[in-house]
T-cell receptor, first 114, second 115 residues
Framework: QKEVEQNSGPLSVPEGAIASLNCTYS??????FFWYRQYSGKSPELIMF????GDKEDGRFTAQLNKASQYVSLLIRDSQPSDSATYLC??????????????FGQGTILTVHP | NAGVMQNPRHLVRRRGQEARLRCSPM?????VYWYRQLPEEGLKFMVY????????ESGMPKERFSAEFPKEGPSILRIQQVVRGDSAAYFC?????????????FGNGTRLTVT
């Protein structure tokens, strides 16, 4: 089983809708979770991180963490065409606490159409 | 406040040549991480360095790849005798000293093409 799994998509949503991106992980010891956005041909950009069960909101983005079920999700409200990108979920490697060595999921391609 | 700087942005090498990728961390940062993103694959950790020390190279291919972070100057990822399978985007990130708990911010990457 892969350590971090994401549905590769593509996920297509209309402009203004809520986009829901999901990520599951296998290491129960994982404490911190990161969401990166990567536009085509560009570098990954950190958009959210979460380490407590529940929700964390930042503007139009909400990260949701459920450690018991081992999943973390990212909701994007009022989706815009500029949100079209690949979204990468990442956790520190092998239950470690250092944030430098991350295991990334394959990424979910999101397309927001006008 | 400059971010992580990588150069060159694009690098083309013929099979068998050497590729040198450079990474200058953010000001005040002494931890550097290299990642590789192969086409159609996820981003994968390669190596973690501090000044003059390799801390974790568990993600480095066993042959042809090496990395260094000298006391002065940028970190260098070196690939000897490149092959077509080395074509990928290579990203570098940095973090402050004695702080492994800062979320990573990546440089713009070097896109290596091996012809």
């Amino acid at each position: 089983q892969k350590e971090v799994e994401q549905n590769s998509g593509p996920l297509s949503v209309p402009e203004g809708a809520i986009a829901s991106l999901n990520c599951t992980y296998s290491d129960r010891g994982s404490q911190s979770f990161f969401w990166y956005r990567q536009y085509s041909g560009k570098s990954p950009e950190l958009i959210m991180f979460i380490y407590s069960n529940g929700d964390k909101e930042d503007g139009r983005f909400t990260a949701q963490l459920n450690k018991a079920s081992q999943y973390v999700s990212l909701l994007i409200r009022d989706s815009q065409p500029s949100d079209s990108a690949t979204y990468l979920c990442a956790i520190p490697n092998a239950g470690g606490t250092s944030y430098g060595k991350l295991t990334f999921g394959q990424g979910t391609i999101l397309t927001v159409h006008p | 406040n400059a971010g992580v700087m990588q150069n060159p942005r694009h690098l083309v090498r013929r099979r068998g040549q050497e590729a040198r990728l450079r990474c200058s961390p953010m000001k005040g940062h002494s931890h550097v991480y290299w990642y590789r993103q192969l086409p159609e694959e996820g981003l994968k950790f390669m190596v973690y360095l501090q000044k003059e020390n390799i801390i974790d190279e568990s993600g480095m291919p066993k042959e042809r790849f090496s990395a260094e972070f000298p006391k002065e100057g940028p970190s260098i990822l070196r690939i000897q005798q490149v092959v077509r399978g080395d074509s990928a985007a290579y990203f570098c990130a940095s973090s402050p000293p004695a702080d492994g708990n800062s979320p990573l911010h990546f440089g713009n990457g070097t896109r290596l093409t091996v012809t």
